[in-house]
């Protein structure tokens, strides 16, 4: 294991994940060895800490926060809270991921801006109606949050 936890003195829980130059400046007058040992360096309130997955959620009705670690089978792990966005919120969410969308789809329609050229040798219909769908993404049911993006012409 190479992540640890740094305790204070009553063992809960201080900084984590932590690094050897984390425990060096907690420590500052001790000269630790450059391979912190998989038990970590109990005698200073530094032990093994198992990192977890973020548990996914529902961005549009819903966030991920790091909660404070618990001990569990003799191990620290990290925890997670799944936290139900406020209405506020819920519309800010909305409001940041449909702005993505949207520049999303700006890049998609300038890079091929060249299409609708007249001396172009492709299917300019084609083209425009591609361009048009891009356009329309954020009419589409579920926008911001499930949005079917078109298929460019061959």
């Known amino acids: 294991m190479t992540n640890f936890i ?3 003195e009553e063992q809960h829980p201080l ?3 932590v690094v050897l130059r984390d425990i060096q400046l907690a420590y500052p007058n001790v000269s630790f060895p450059i391979d912190v040992p998989e038990e970590g360096f109990p005698d200073f309130n530094v032990y093994p800490f198992l990192l977890t997955s973020i548990p996914s959620c ?6 991920v926060d790091e909660i404070t ?3 569990l089978n003799d191990i620290w792990t990290q925890q997670w ?8 919120e819920q519309i800010e969410a909305a409001d940041v991921k449909g702005n993505k969308i949207r520049a999303e789809r700006n890049v998609l ?3 091929c801006d060249w299409t609708q050229l007249p001396d172009v040798p492709t299917d ?6 591609y361009r048009q769908e891009l356009r329309d993404v954020t ?3 579920g926008f911001p949050w499930d949005v079917v993006w078109p298929t460019p012409p061959a």
């Open 109 to 111: 329609l300038a890079s």
């Open 58 to 63: 529902d961005p549009a009705t819903q966030k």
């Open 81 to 88: 809270a799944i936290i139900e966005l406020t209405q506020q």
């Open 69 to 71: 670690p618990e001990k």
């Open 139 to 141: 009419e589409q049911i």
């Open 6 to 8: 740094l305790l204070d």
């Open 124 to 129: 300019r219909a084609a083209w425009a109606i």
């Open 15 to 17: 900084k984590w994940p």
